[in-house]
């Protein structure tokens, strides 16, 4: 992204939205609407919403620098008019936009803050309006339940559907993460999709159903790996709910534990592999040691799955002393074909995997000397 072809009056703004706002906001495509100036002063963001994206083109204008810039909506937002009187001025965007500082950087973050919150009010405005009982019904028991979003999506080829994002969990999971190096908060939603205008089914068919996570979490764990409670015929969200949040903390809980057994699975490694040379000290999901075996010296690199010590860690050996053409270390294939029970005592894991590397040591000297003979 070409950034540094922003006029610096604009990537002020552009900068600080894009480093404080409290969701992760990209850049799709940015480009110039001047034939005078090659500066980009125009750039669509793309600004998370109901576990999606929706696309908004911020048209500031070189020639007017001072100027507050226009925003575009989508084509399916026609009918999205946020920039009317409100009952409190101050929190209007249009309050904003007449009140326009260009000297200060967080004017462009406050006005995208305050337009998200309207577009969210829409949304739920559209979702009201559905002709659908069912829907009515999640709605009128979901309202008390804080950071819901929803949203109403239709189109030529595909049928109407109501997605509810719901956040799971009030305790914070950066707290639970010792010297946790993540700025925004990781959350965990259920994404639950209702199909719309079904009326001649004799009985609701089950919603669709999805966890969803900020992408920064798979560091810890994967929801993937969740296994979603059985939707009941005749089930509200209110009901289902507790029983997926319990399972949900039960999975934090043990992600948060494994930290600490692949931390000490690294320091026992130490015992017969030495001081590595880098390790992960937040996740403890790499390692990498140097080893000897007479004259030949290689690293040998350990990736532990978050799922450690149930699956085994996959080893790389690199030689410090062979290159390839490119000038590239030569590295093993991926190793994971070794001797290994989660059973084992952490010891009893290491010095396994200590002997196969020895032993797998004059494999790996000979890709290396084939490698510089080619």
Known sequence: MAVDRVPPIFAAQLNYLLSHSPFSIKVEQMWSGSKNYPWNDRFTLLIPFCLDFIKWDIIYN???PLSPPDIMFGAEDDKFIPFVLSSDPSKSPMHTLSNWNSKDPSRLLSLILQLRELYSAYQGKCVGGVDDERVKFEISTMLSREGIEMSLSSGVEKPEEVKFAVPLLDTSIN?????????????IHLQVIYPIGRKYQSAPSAPRLKLVSTLELRSLFSVEDIKLPTWLNGMCMAEYLPALEETVQMQILEAVSLIGIRRLFIETLTVVFGRPLEADPIFCRKATFLVANGV??????FLLPIQFPKKQPTLILQSSQHFNKQGVPVRSPVMSEYPWSPRWELSDMASRIFDFVVEESSNFKKICNDALQR
């Open 296 to 301: 030949f010296t290689f690293l040998v690199h």
């Open 175 to 187: 707290n639970m993460v010792p010297a946790c190096p993540w700025r925004q908060q990781q959350k």
């Open 62 to 64: 070189v020639e007017s």
